[in-house]
């Protein structure tokens, strides 16, 4: 979930192992969100996304859920791999303006 | 195919020194974003652009200015750098607004002001 201070949450996992990450957005009117993936020293980058019309979207070894109820988004990674520690963080489009505000991130390190 | 370059990567200031950060896209986007990053946070946008010639406030736009001159240029301006200014700065370009998707994010650029 959302973190507060300098300290990101962590999550560690075992290769192998699905992995939960958990976003809190902040607007009932936000309609749009992606999940973005940032390795270190490097900008983040586009992992999955999905509308608020939807509850589920699955990509690539990744799903999102988003529970509209609780203003509530999880990435879920199947078989997590080492290549998939990073920082990953949510983002909300507010009101379809293209405008995304990020929450603060999980770091996800994998444990081989 | 470049995508999103930044320069300058890292710059040292001094307190009340100005600078100006560049990002270039090669992709025809026409909406370009400025974010800042600080230590244990995720992005906080500053300003963005939806267009040439057009630029608006984000959500940390004190101590910052902007220009979109040229479709695939976003200048980020310092003008009298301070302390609080120091984080990495990434740049942010999309195709078009409106749920149409992801952001394509430069390498960063890594600022300190002392």
């Known amino acids: 979930g959302e973190s507060v201070g300098l300290h990101l949450p962590t999550l560690s996992v075992q290769e192998g192992d699905n992995s939960i990450i958990n976003c809190a957005y902040s607007n009932s009117a936000s309609d749009y969100f992606i999940w973005y993936k940032q390795e270190s020293g490097k900008g983040p980058q586009f992992i999955i996304d999905i509308r608020s019309n939807m509850d589920k979207r699955q990509g690539q070894r990744v799903t999102v859920l988003l529970n509209k109820t609780v203003k509530h988004l999880s990435l879920q990674i199947a078989a997590t791999q080492p290549g998939d520690s990073a920082v990953y963080f949510c983002a909300e489009d507010l009101y379809n303006f293209n405008k995304f505000y990020f929450g603060s991130g999980t770091k996800l390190n994998v444990k081989p | 195919n470049a995508g999103v370059t930044q320069t300058p990567k890292f710059r040292v200031l001094k307190t009340g020194q100005s600078m100006t950060l560049l990002c270039a896209q090669d992709?025809?986007?026409?909406?370009m974003y400025w974010y800042r990053q600080d230590p244990g946070m995720g992005l906080r946008l500053i300003h963005y652009?939806?267009?040439?010639?057009?630029?608006a406030k984000g959500e940390v736009p004190d101590g910052y200015n902007v220009s979109r001159l040229k479709k695939q240029n976003f200048l980020l301006g310092l003008e009298s750098a301070a302390p609080s200014q120091t984080s990495v700065y990434f740049c942010a370009s999309s195709l078009i607004g409106g749920n149409t998707g992801e952001l394509f994010f430069g390498e960063g650029s890594r600022l300190t002001v002392l």
């Open positions: 992709m025809n986007h026409e909406y």
């Open positions: 652009s939806v267009g040439e010639g057009t630029t």
